[in-house]
Nanobody, 115 residues
């Protein structure tokens, strides 16, 4: 059974930093592309960042230069380092393996940025 467990969210002031972690099981992590999404209240879920199996990174324009995605294949874990956080970054953040079905999601981790 494929599982992801997101953690590291919390309440932070604008300009602060958080590091999210996503630990996976039940997949061959080293060959998976991994993605971070977020969903703010009243908005659709959006793609934030992705990292391919060979380490190529991509970012949404809204977070480029502030967020960094990385992976540790030995730990089957993907990270999202978030710096210079803004109130508009407030959302539930989800990670997802690229081979997951569109309707499959973990429980997410809440990030709240106060102004």
């Amino acid at each position: 059974q494929v599982q992801v467990v997101e953690s590291g969210g919390g309440l932070v002031q604008a300009g602060g930093s958080l590091r999210l972690s996503c630990t996976t099981s039940g997949i061959v992590f080293g060959i998976e592309h991994m993605y971070w999404y977020r969903q703010a209240p009243g908005k659709q879920r959006e793609l934030v960042a992705g990292i391919t199996s060979d380490g190529t990174r991509n970012y949404a324009d809204a977070v480029k230069g502030r967020f960094t995605i990385s992976r540790d294949n030995a730990k089957s874990t993907v990270y999202l380092e978030m710096d210079s956080l803004k109130p508009e970054d407030t959302a539930v953040y989800y990670c997802k393996p690229g081979t997951w079905s569109p309707g499959d999601w973990g429980q997410g981790t809440q990030v709240t940025v106060s102004s």
